[in-house]
């Protein structure tokens, strides 16, 4: 596995959905002594429980965390599962065609856009997301070469602007979920703090494909899963 952050990260700018690979990337970025800042993004989505969660984690770190308001664009995202409420969310393995339900047109682009907008008017030193391995086949915007191409467009647009050596942050792309669960729990992130479920219940459904996916990752990475699960 390699690991695709700079020897000294400085500030850097972390996409933090709240969900458990965000969480492990911030703790893990923090460990190397970045000076993080969290952005989330409130787009509508149907599991916004998630937001809670990424605001817990940076009132228990002690770091600055904004949230953006992307909801009138999220209402124009119709089709997909997470953000239009006539769309079921799928069950089943992560892996499965049906999966692609969940994706939301462009949103890694979308959100790492606004990101390095927010990194130039802080004079941050990087952006970071937690796409791990396995949501290559699913998600476009999690793949190596998207991660190569946004970059180029990101320093073209903002040349100039952008400091010496920045980088777009990616750590976990040659990572599978239960390297970042294994990952996490060397770091002591606390998972049950986390987000995951796609429904947005009270506790996670335990069905869905992001469900099943966390709880094969805990598996494989032998470690306990706190989860709570309605089924």
């Known amino acids: 596995m390699t690991m695709n952050v700079p020897d000294h990260p400085g500030h850097v700018v972390v996409l933090a959905s709240g969900g458990l690979d965000s969480t492990t990337l911030t703790y893990h970025l923090r460990d190397m002594g970045a000076n993080a800042r969290l952005l ?26 904004d949230v953006a308001d ?17 769309v079921p969310v799928p069950d089943g393995h992560y892996a499965a065609e049906s999966m692609r339900a969940t994706v939301v047109p462009n949103r890694n682009a979308v ?10 008017a802080n004079g941050c030193d990087a952006v970071a997301f937690g796409a791990h391995g396995g949501d290559h086949a699913i998600y476009p915007d ?20 952008l400091t010496h050596g920045f980088r777009v942050v990616a750590p976990f792309l040659d990572y599978s979920k239960a390297d970042v669960v294994q990952l996490g ?38 470690v306990t899963d706190p989860t709570a699960y309605a089924v």
Request: glycine share 10%.
């Open 111 to 120: 959100m790492l856009d606004i990101a390095i907008a927010v990194a130039i």
């Open 142 to 161: 999690c793949r190596p070469e998207f991660v190569a191409a946004f970059t180029a467009s990101a320093m073209l647009a903002n040349e100039g602007f």
């Open 185 to 222: 729990h060397r770091l002591g992130v606390p998972f049950a703090n986390t987000w995951s479920c796609y429904k947005g219940g009270a506790v996670h459904c335990g069905t869905c494909g992001t469900c099943t996916e966390r709880r094969e990752a805990f598996l494989r990475a032998e």
């Open 40 to 65: 989330s993004f409130d787009y509508g989505q149907r599991h916004a429980r998630e937001l809670e969660c990424a605001v817990q984690m940076a009132d228990e770190l002690g770091i600055p965390h």
């Open 70 to 86: 992307l909801r009138s664009v999220g209402r124009l995202l119709r089709g997909g599962a997470l953000t239009d409420p006539g």
